[in-house]
C-alpha cells in the first residue's frame, strides 16, 4: 500500500510539474529594414511555449500589405497576415516578452485571425498598418499602448517608445 501511495505521489507531483511549466511567452519584434534591400522596417509578434495540455506553440505573426508598391501609398491596399522563417525572427530586435495563459494565446489566435479575414484593402499605411497589428495584441496583454503619428512607419522606435510607457515590463530601449 505504501508503495502505491508513493507512486501516485509521485505521479500527482510529475503532472503537477508539468502543468507549472504550461506557458506561452509573447514576445515583440522589430526589424530595421532596408527601402533599398527590399526588406522594409517592420513589427510583429511570436509566441513560444507550451499550452496546458502539453501542446507546443512556435508561431509568428505580422501584418503588411499583400504587395508593395505605390498604391500603397495612396491608401488602404489588400492585406497578409504573414509569419516569418526562424532564420529572420532569429535577427530582429527583440524588445519585450510578455507570458500568457492559454484564454489569453487563444484571444489572440481569434484576433489574428480577424486581422487575417477582414474583409476588403484592410491595410493602411498610417491607420492599419503592422504597429497597429501589434499594438492590439500589445493591449490584449496588458501593455499601455498608444500611436505617435511621427512614430506609425518606425517600427523599432514605437516599440522603444511602449517600452519606455511600460517600465513594468523591465525591458530596456534597443539601439
Known sequence: MRILTQFVLALTALFWAAAAQAEVRVT????????????????????EGTLDDGTPVKENYGFSAKSAGPAVLAGPVKHIVMTEKDKYVRSTNRHFTVTVDDAKYHDIRREVF??????????????????????????????????????????????????????????TQID
Open 28 to 47: 515583440f519584434h522589430s526589424f530595421d529594414g532596408s527601402v533599398l534591400f527590399g526588406r522594409y522596417p517592420h513589427t510583429f509578434i511570436s509566441m
Open 114 to 171: 480577424r486581422w487575417r479575414h477582414a474583409p476588403g484593402k484592410y491595410y493602411d499605411l498610417d491607420t492599419r498598418n503592422c504597429i497597429h497589428f501589434v499594438g492590439t495584441i500589445a493591449q490584449m496583454v496588458g501593455v499601455k499602448v498608444d500611436y505617435p503619428e511621427k512614430m506609425l512607419r518606425r517600427p523599432k522606435a514605437w516599440l522603444n517608445h511602449i517600452t519606455a510607457m511600460n517600465p513594468q515590463l523591465g525591458a
